[in-house]
C-alpha cells in the first residue's frame, strides 16, 4: 500500500506553484497559492519540525526587538 505524506504532497504543489512566471497568474490563481500555503503551515505546525522552525523564528523576532532598542 502506498501512503502520502500530505505535507510533502502540499510542498511539492507549492514548489510547482512558485517557480510559474509572476505575470501569468490571475488573481484567483495567488488566491489559491495562498490557501495552499497556509494548508502547509496548519500541516506543518504539531509537527516537531514545525515546532522547531517555530521556536526558530521566535528567537529571530527576541532577536530583531532587542536589537531595536
Given at each position: 500500500?502506498?501512503?502520502i505524506?500530505?505535507?510533502?504532497?502540499?510542498?511539492?504543489?507549492?514548489?510547482?506553484?512558485?517557480?510559474?512566471?509572476?505575470?501569468s497568474r490571475?488573481?484567483?490563481d495567488?488566491?489559491?497559492t495562498?490557501?495552499?500555503?497556509?494548508?502547509?503551515?496548519?500541516?506543518?505546525?504539531p509537527?516537531?519540525?514545525?515546532?522547531?522552525?517555530?521556536?526558530?523564528?521566535?528567537?529571530?523576532?527576541?532577536?530583531?526587538?532587542?536589537?531595536s532598542r
Amino acid at each position: 500500500m502506498l501512503t502520502i505524506n500530505v505535507g510533502v504532497l502540499l510542498a511539492v504543489i507549492v514548489l510547482l506553484r512558485l517557480r510559474r512566471r509572476t505575470e501569468s497568474r490571475s488573481r484567483n490563481d495567488e488566491k489559491l497559492t495562498v490557501v495552499i500555503v497556509l494548508a502547509l503551515g496548519i500541516v506543518i505546525a504539531p509537527t516537531p519540525l514545525g515546532e522547531g522552525i517555530g521556536d526558530l523564528l521566535s528567537q529571530l523576532a527576541s532577536g530583531v526587538t532587542a536589537s531595536s532598542r
